[in-house]
């Protein structure tokens, strides 16, 4: 515990060797709590404040251990950047020789196999697809890790990437022919061997699902878990307890199945009739949901004759074409583990369509061209309880926004952690000199059909003031789109729009103009690092309710009400709480960084519960005088400490 003092201190190793490095007694305190867990055993929580530079603090402590580690993170892009800069600059500045290892799922890593039969096949549904496939050629003759994210040049969502890359229905495992070139294997094997690991959420659920159905284990035994942006947890979690049917599961096994039917077999053409049936009767079944992008309960599905007789065409097209691959089991592998997921499939269907539990949730939800079909559990906690129970280790959870208020419970009682001990640092930021927060006056009850064009007219003569660069963040796609029509022409700096070209790009964009302003919803509200000048104001729509038509919610809020709980203080608020700290939280990301943040919603002041948002918020000056945002902005940035409106406002 000395070690982390004389390492993160201010006379310490990091100060010394890191260009910057700013040492924070509460990095610190947190370094020495978290050395203290991995040492005694048990689990801790955290919430540490933007600034305090929780990374190094875990980081620290997990490497001076000695200890097998796994850290989790909440996104690719933060594990990618926890990998590739933070963890070498920890490792060189301390100079442990500790063997590390990033470790993604299947779906990260180039499949040799897949990228030989589609080159194979030949047909792709453009030629942009092509000139994609070609590129990956190349770049799978140089590549040592196989991960896509090192052909930056194409987007992760473009469409090549699933046909050269594997699921965990179509992996061959053992039995591939490409076996033996196969990254992801090798990056296990990695992390096998590795003292420290780095993977994200998804890759820590899988695992534990994994387990439960008798697969082994896919993480190595550890020591102790870190997981970092912890508030992502409870909702990926409950994603992988469930179960999920695809409309794209069902179309991508029967394009599988016919093509090791012609590489394998080839004399029962009965099956190549089959796969075309199948695929048909799952677009037949998508037709029947209607053009809506929507979510709904299984409740709407159950009353509707064409729903379940379109269901029912595919139920039986999957039992058919099963029946046709046991004719020919034992021809080829491929064609052995088409079989098997066909018979996962029709187990997974049939749970699905059972008479519903009271501990389980039904839904559905339709995309633009595909549909998928869930089972998701009521409560994880138990759940969760048990899988962390099945590894020995320590576990720290820990993220800028855990706490609402100053309590942990609402986090405790998702995933079952209420044995936790717990810690809460505060950001080290001076928030009252460096951020103003406005709360206009006179905009309708957010409810109110002109509410999003209000916004946007409060919204002009603050961008005027901000001279753009401002972030306006949406609880709806509807709410963005709207507003994106009422700001052309209103304002004179660039406007980018969520949806308009990839996340990654408009970031790129928006730090490069310097004055521009995004608009965007929920992914843009965390996981988002602008700092300086660039990003001086956020302005946020309404409170981060989550929709009040979504099925899991529903189902949740009833289940709550039954108990006698009170599921909009016990469930709803604390989560919108926790998201609207993350949304405020794009505003202040350094010492040096100065802004305005308004948040639109007048139900913080009018409403009872408005007082659990501003107790979760940062200390920051508060207005709602328009004047004062406008001084605010033509202030300089070195206005001296305990001057000025901000100051006078905070006194207030």
Same mark, same amino acid.
Request: net charge neutral.
């Given at each position: 515990?000395?070690?982390?003092?004389?390492?993160?201190?201010?006379?310490?190793?990091?100060?010394?060797?890191?260009?910057?490095?700013?040492?924070?007694?509460?990095?610190?305190?947190?370094?020495?709590?978290?050395?203290?867990?991995?040492?005694?055993?048990?689990?801790?929580?955290?919430?540490?404040?933007?600034?305090?530079?929780?990374?190094?603090?875990?980081?620290?402590?997990?490497?001076?251990?000695?200890?097998?580690?796994?850290?989790?993170?909440?996104?690719?892009?933060?594990?990618?950047?926890?990998?590739?800069?933070?963890?070498?600059?920890?490792?060189?500045?301390?100079?442990?020789?500790?063997?590390?290892?990033?470790?993604?799922?299947?779906?990260?890593?180039?499949?040799?196999?897949?990228?030989?039969?589609?080159?194979?096949?030949?047909?792709?549904?453009?030629?942009?697809?092509?000139?994609?496939?070609?590129?990956?050629?190349?770049?799978?003759?140089?590549?040592?890790?196989?991960?896509?994210?090192?052909?930056?040049?194409?987007?992760?969502?473009?469409?090549?990437?699933?046909?050269?890359?594997?699921?965990?229905?179509?992996?061959?495992?053992?039995?591939?022919?490409?076996?033996?070139?196969?990254?992801?294997?090798?990056?296990?094997?990695?992390?096998?061997?590795?003292?420290?690991?780095?993977?994200?959420?998804?890759?820590?659920?899988?695992?534990?699902?994994?387990?439960?159905?008798?697969?082994?284990?896919?993480?190595?035994?550890?020591?102790?878990?870190?997981?970092?942006?912890?508030?992502?947890?409870?909702?990926?979690?409950?994603?992988?307890?469930?179960?999920?049917?695809?409309?794209?599961?069902?179309?991508?096994?029967?394009?599988?199945?016919?093509?090791?039917?012609?590489?394998?077999?080839?004399?029962?053409?009965?099956?190549?009739?089959?796969?075309?049936?199948?695929?048909?009767?799952?677009?037949?079944?998508?037709?029947?949901?209607?053009?809506?992008?929507?979510?709904?309960?299984?409740?709407?599905?159950?009353?509707?004759?064409?729903?379940?007789?379109?269901?029912?065409?595919?139920?039986?097209?999957?039992?058919?074409?099963?029946?046709?691959?046991?004719?020919?089991?034992?021809?080829?592998?491929?064609?052995?583990?088409?079989?098997?997921?066909?018979?996962?499939?029709?187990?997974?269907?049939?749970?699905?369509?059972?008479?519903?539990?009271?501990?389980?949730?039904?839904?559905?939800?339709?995309?633009?061209?595909?549909?998928?079909?869930?089972?998701?559990?009521?409560?994880?906690?138990?759940?969760?309880?048990?899988?962390?129970?099945?590894?020995?280790?320590?576990?720290?959870?820990?993220?800028?926004?855990?706490?609402? #208020?100053?309590? =942990?419970?609402? !986090?405790?009682?998702?995933?079952? /952690?209420? &044995? $936790?001990?717990?810690? @809460?640092? *505060?950001?080290?930021?001076?928030?009252?000199?460096?951020?103003?927060?406005?709360?206009?006056?006179?905009?309708?009850?957010?409810?109110?059909?002109?509410?999003?064009?209000?916004?946007?007219?409060?919204?002009?003569?603050?961008?005027?003031?901000?001279? #753009?660069?401002? =972030?306006?963040? !949406?609880?709806?796609?509807?709410? /963005?789109? &709207? $507003?994106?029509?009422? @700001?052309? *022409?209103?304002?004179?700096?660039?406007?980018?729009?969520?949806?308009?070209?990839?996340?990654?790009?408009?970031?790129?964009?928006?730090?490069?103009?310097?004055?521009?302003?995004?608009?965007?919803?929920?992914?843009?509200?965390?996981?988002?690092?602008?700092?300086?000048?660039?990003?001086?104001?956020?302005?946020?729509?309404? /409170?981060?309710? $989550?929709?009040?038509?979504?099925?899991?919610?529903?189902?949740?809020?009833?289940?709550?009400?039954?108990?006698?709980?009170?599921?909009?203080?016990?469930?709803?608020?604390?989560?919108?709480?926790?998201?609207?700290?993350?949304?405020?939280?794009?505003?202040?990301?350094?010492?040096?960084?100065?802004?305005?943040?308004?948040?639109?919603?007048?139900?913080?002041?009018?409403?009872?519960?408005?007082?659990?948002?501003?107790?979760?918020?940062?200390?920051?000056?508060?207005?709602?005088?328009?004047?004062?945002?406008?001084?605010?902005?033509?202030?300089?940035?070195?206005?001296?400490?305990?001057?000025?409106?901000?100051?006078?406002?905070?006194?207030?």
């Amino acid at each position: 515990m000395d070690d982390t003092y004389a390492i993160l201190g201010p006379d310490g190793l990091l100060s010394r060797t890191i260009e910057g490095f700013t040492s924070r007694p509460q990095q610190q305190e947190m370094a020495r709590r978290i050395a203290r867990v991995m040492e005694r055993g048990g689990v801790l929580i955290c919430e540490a404040g933007t600034g305090i530079g929780k990374t190094f603090a875990y980081l620290v402590p997990a490497l001076l251990s000695g200890q097998k580690v796994i850290i989790s993170t909440g996104t690719k892009n933060l594990q990618d950047q926890l990998f590739h800069r933070d963890l070498p600059l920890i490792r060189k500045a301390l100079a442990l020789p500790t063997n590390v290892a990033l470790l993604k799922g299947r779906a990260n890593y180039l499949c040799p196999h897949r990228l030989e039969l589609t080159l194979e096949e030949g047909r792709l549904q453009s030629r942009e697809m092509v000139d994609q496939l070609m590129r990956i050629q190349r770049w799978a003759g140089k590549t040592r890790a196989g991960d896509i994210a090192e052909l930056s040049v194409l987007p992760e969502e473009a469409p090549i990437w699933p046909l050269v890359t594997s699921t965990s229905d179509n992996c061959l495992g053992a039995d591939c022919p490409s076996f033996s070139s196969c990254h992801l294997q090798e990056a296990r094997r990695r992390a096998q061997e590795a003292d420290l690991v780095v993977i994200n959420h998804h890759l820590l659920c899988a695992d534990f699902s994994l387990k439960e159905a008798g697969f082994g284990d896919l993480l190595p035994q550890a020591d102790c878990f870190i997981i970092d942006e912890a508030h992502q947890l409870p909702e990926v979690a409950s994603n992988f307890f469930g179960i999920s049917v695809s409309g794209r599961q069902l179309l991508d096994l029967a394009k599988d199945t016919e093509v090791e039917y012609l590489r394998e077999a080839g004399d029962l053409k009965e099956v190549a009739a089959q796969c075309d049936k199948m695929a048909k009767a799952v677009r037949d079944l998508r037709l029947t949901f209607g053009v809506d992008i929507r979510r709904g309960p299984w409740s709407e599905l159950a009353g509707n004759k064409h729903v379940l007789a379109a269901l029912q065409q595919v139920r039986g097209a999957l039992s058919e074409l099963a029946g046709l691959l046991r004719v020919i089991q034992g021809r080829g592998k491929g064609l052995d583990s088409c079989l098997a997921r066909c018979q996962q499939l029709e187990s997974d269907l049939d749970e699905l369509t059972k008479p519903e539990s009271e501990e389980e949730i039904r839904w559905f939800e339709t995309q633009r061209q595909s549909f998928r079909l869930n089972l998701t559990p009521m409560e994880i906690s138990g759940l969760f309880r048990e899988r962390m129970e099945r590894y020995q280790g320590s576990w720290v959870f820990t993220s800028a926004t855990l706490a609402v #208020g100053e309590s =942990f419970r609402h !986090f405790q009682r998702q995933l079952g /952690l209420d &044995q $936790a001990e717990s810690a @809460l640092w *505060g950001s080290p930021f001076d928030y009252p000199q460096q951020a103003l927060w406005y709360l206009p006056k006179g905009l309708p009850d957010p409810s109110a059909a002109d509410y999003t064009a209000a916004v946007v007219e409060e919204a002009v003569p603050i961008l005027e003031a901000s001279r #753009g660069r401002a =972030f306006m963040l !949406f609880t709806s796609h509807r709410a /963005l789109r &709207q $507003a994106a029509e009422l @700001l052309k *022409g209103r304002i004179q700096f660039p406007l980018l729009v969520q949806g308009s070209a990839p996340k990654a790009e408009l970031l790129n964009r928006f730090r490069e103009h310097g004055n521009a302003v995004l608009l965007g919803t929920s992914s843009f509200w965390e996981g988002v690092d602008v700092r300086g000048e660039a990003l001086s104001c956020v302005i946020i729509d309404k /409170l981060p309710f $989550a929709s009040p038509g979504d099925p899991v919610l529903q189902a949740r809020i009833s289940a709550l009400r039954k108990r006698g709980g009170n599921p909009f203080m016990e469930y709803q608020v604390p989560q919108a709480a926790i998201a609207l700290k993350q949304g405020a939280g794009r505003l202040i990301r350094d010492v040096r960084d100065r802004g305005v943040l308004v948040i639109c919603d007048r139900r913080l002041l009018k409403r009872g519960y408005g007082q659990t948002f501003l107790d979760s918020m940062p200390p920051m000056a508060r207005t709602r005088d328009p004047a004062d945002v406008v001084r605010f902005f033509a202030q300089s940035d070195d206005c001296e400490p305990g001057s000025g409106p901000t100051a006078e406002k905070n006194r207030e």
